[in-house]
RNA sequence: GGAGAAUUGUCCGAGUGGUCUAUGGAGGCGGUCUUGAAAACCGUUGAGCUAACUGCUCCGGGGGUUCGAAUCCCUCAUUCUCCGCCA
């Protein structure tokens, strides 16, 4: 969510950001001004008529303490009560289309972002590492895994659908290894707390982080309850401070967490259906910060290199593009993919999203500090990337280290967690 | 899943139809006093809307009754206690 004074006041600035987003035709902004000038009148009018009420009604219960006569005061009250009754009504279904609007404005973005129409405007900011050279051609992770036998896709179809696999045995392995490793770091050298909490979560928590909304076919609902499964721990992470304010002298705060991930990829059909890339259920670290505005851009640069140093760990060849304009998810305003070589798929592969909300998701999600003691509370700004995606970073690893005999090598680092 | 009780401001807690723009206490902040601190005393202390207000909204959420609701009714959620089930 934007500042909605920006909808009053600078209606072309936001115009030029829809364009600079491509979702000229996704987002109607003339009505939405049109809304939010109903809104204010009738609000207002409101206003003043209840505060008539008001008066009148606490008029009558001082005469009528005193005994004194009502009927002539009361019929002047009379009619207002339907009246403002029958103005709540218009004033209610304004409000829930200018809030359903207002969730559609996708988020200011950050002056370096390129401007572009879509991930081909994207620029490459920089690299680590180099390709790995091989001997022999290196093949994907798939056939690599399926052959070794700890890559199970048809099975993982057969107790649950398409996209779904099965570790086993050296893969599960890996997987929790890398989990450790990934969590031991961003606790133990990073500074962040290690939480654990809800993969399931309510649409209140799904609206505050931007999932809904927009996008409500991306992800898996349990009707019955009104709840949803999480695509990421960003959801979880991100509304353990919803609703509240926090103080100065509390931020930042770092939090990191694993958790399964659950993803419907509506609309994915046909792309990267082979293999770990896409699939409707995988494991990942995620990261999430809250700080004090000021701070925002250089806690992304610190984010997002504490991701690359799982990669630079794992000795994984990498390179972060920093997203276009048309890219940029639409609650961010600034995002950086890190993208691991995938030598099998000869393809970078993006293993971590970064992202600078600003104060968008915290407008979403009521989360404030106060800057001193008794100071009005203002929004802060939340970021949050992953560190990293597991299973993506399985298949990297499986890719990379990859012997060509049908066995393959365990990165040195990971070699403690598998004792 | 069943029965009962509860949900009020940072916290505790009063308020069961009419000046509640919510009593009181604790804590926080400011001050007086003091060499300093404590104690005592005085003052202050929630959030949102609005260009602003002596204006409006918020007493778990939503709805209703009424001229008027923290207070009455309905409904949902959550918490606690007891019972049932269970890793």
Redesign the pocket.
């Known amino acids: 969510m934007i500042d909605?004074k920006l909808i009053?006041e600078d209606l072309e600035g936001l115009r030029r950001l829809i364009e600079k987003r491509n979702m000229t035709g996704v987002v109607d902004i003339d009505y939405l001004k049109e809304i939010s000038d109903m809104r204010?009148e009738l609000?207002?009018r409101?206003?003043?008529l209840?505060?008539k009420?008001?008066?009148?009604?606490?008029e009558?219960?001082?005469r009528?303490?005193k005994g004194g006569d009502t009927e002539e005061i009361?019929k002047e009250?009379?009619g207002?009560?339907d009246e403002l009754?029958k103005m709540d009504e218009e004033i209610?279904s304004i409000n829930e289309k200018y809030n359903e609007l207002h969730l559609t404005i996708p988020n200011i973005l950050d002056e370096s972002v390129p401007e572009g129409k879509d991930e081909k405007d994207n620029t490459v900011v920089r690299t680590w590492g180099e390709k790995r050279k091989f001997s022999f051609t290196p093949r994907p992770h798939y056939d690599i895994g399926t052959e070794m036998n700890i890559l199970d896709f048809e099975r993982g179809t057969k107790i649950a659908a398409a996209r779904f696999y099965v570790y086993r045995g050296l893969a599960a392995r890996l997987e929790r290894a890398l989990l450790n490793f990934m969590l031991d770091l961003h606790t133990g050298e990073h500074g962040y707390t290690e939480i654990f909490g809800p993969l399931i979560v309510n649409d209140e928590s799904m609206t505050a982080t931007g999932q809904y909304p927009k996008f409500k076919d991306e992800y898996y609902r349990l009707e019955k309850d009104g709840l949803s499964l999480i695509p990421t721990a960003e959801v979880t992470l991100t509304n353990l401070y919803r609703d509240e304010?926090l103080e100065m002298e509390d931020l930042p705060v770092y939090v990191t967490m694993q958790s399964s991930c659950f993803r419907r990829e509506a609309g994915a059909a046909g792309r990267d259906t082979r293999g770990l890339v896409r699939v409707h259920q995988f494991q990942k670290v995620e990261l999430v910060k809250f700080v004090d505005p000021a701070t925002s851009s250089e806690e992304l640069e610190k984010l997002t290199a504490n991701a690359e140093e799982v990669l630079k760990r794992l000795d994984l060849h990498y390179r972060v593009v920093l997203l276009s304009s048309g890219d940029t998810s639409a609650s961010s305003s600034k995002t950086y993919d890190i993208e691991v070589w995938m030598p099998g798929l000869d393809r970078y592969l993006e293993v971590s999203s970064c992202s600078n909300f600003i104060d968008y998701q915290a407008r979403r999600a009521m989360i404030?500090y106060r800057e001193s003691?008794?100071a009005?509370?203002k929004y802060l700004h939340t970021l949050n990337g992953s560190g990293l995606a597991a299973g993506r970073t399985l298949a990297a690893v499986i890719e990379n280290y990859q012997k060509g005999d049908g066995t393959m090598d365990i990165p040195d680092v990971l070699k403690s967690y598998l004792r």
Not at 53 to 58: C, D, L, T, V
Request: aromatic content about 0%; proline content about 6%.
């Open positions: 909605p009053r204010k609000s207002g409101s206003d003043e209840r505060e009420r008001n008066r009148i009604s606490k009558i219960g001082i009528k303490s009361m009250v009379q207002i009560s009754k209610n304010i404030r003691k008794g009005k509370p």
